[in-house]
């Protein structure tokens, strides 16, 4: 059973709009949330992360918001730029690793 | 920075071979992974490590084994490769327990025919 979901496997916005990237999970015990961002042919790179203590974290133009009630995290990428153009895994600490959503592939058009 | 590297970028490997995918960390972390990522179903954990010589089952550890003789490096073997097998493979690593913070390496698209 899948404990990170993220159910949109694609995403397309206009450069200069905001992205909003959503994840859910069903163990209320994950700790820590993280978004990693991969392009193709390389590994996931660290994007940023929020502790299930807060619920807003923001880097620069990325922001992410922790609803715990609801168990349910979101990305907000604020402008949203050609490069951001990617694929974004939600993560959450598990017993043991993290464990990782199937992606969302984010296109940003120009 | 940490710097996973993973020796392979692409390999071809026939059915029933033995297939050995390396991995290696600079900076002395004590945790590595690996998964593999596939359309669809995301990034799945295979078998993980906490220590030299120790190693752990992941979701998905049918088929694979690990070999950790030495901190810096983790190895995965595909024991008889099969083309179900055919996947982006990722090696991680992270500093110590609790530290979430995972370094990936390029990966390695392994095809099997």
């Known amino acids: 059973d899948q404990q990170v979901k993220q159910n949109s496997p694609s995403l397309s916005v206009q450069e200069g709009r905001i992205s909003i990237l959503n994840c859910d999970y069903t163990n209320s015990m994950f700790d820590y949330f993280l978004w990693y961002k991969k392009y193709p042919a390389e590994g996931p790179t660290f994007l940023i992360s929020?502790?299930?203590?807060?619920d807003k974290n923001e880097d620069g133009r990325f922001t992410v918001f922790l609803n715990k009630s609801a168990k349910h995290l979101s990305l907000h990428i604020v402008p949203s730029q050609p490069g951001d153009s990617a694929v974004y895994f939600c993560a959450a600490s598990g017993r043991t690793a993290l464990i990782f959503g199937k992606g969302t592939t984010l296109s940003v058009s120009s | 920075d940490v710097k996973v590297t993973q020796s392979s970028r692409y390999l071809v490997k026939r059915t029933g071979e033995k297939v050995f995918l390396e991995c290696v960390q600079d900076?002395?972390?004590?945790?590595m992974f690996w998964y593999r990522q596939d359309p669809g179903l995301g990034l799945r954990l295979i078998y993980f490590?906490?220590?030299?010589?120790?190693?752990e089952k992941g979701d998905i550890p049918e088929g694979y084994s690990v070999s950790r003789e030495k901190k810096e490096r983790f190895s995965l073997i595909l024991e008889s490769a099969s083309t179900n097998q055919t996947s982006m493979y990722l090696c991680?690593?992270?500093?110590?327990?609790?530290?979430?913070?995972?370094?990936f390496g390029s990966g390695t698209r392994l095809t099997v025919v």
């Open positions: 929020i502790s299930s203590i807060k």
């Open positions: 900076m002395d972390h004590e945790n």
């Open positions: 991680a690593s992270s500093l110590n327990r609790g530290h979430y913070g995972y370094t």
């Open positions: 490590s906490y220590d030299v010589k120790m190693k």
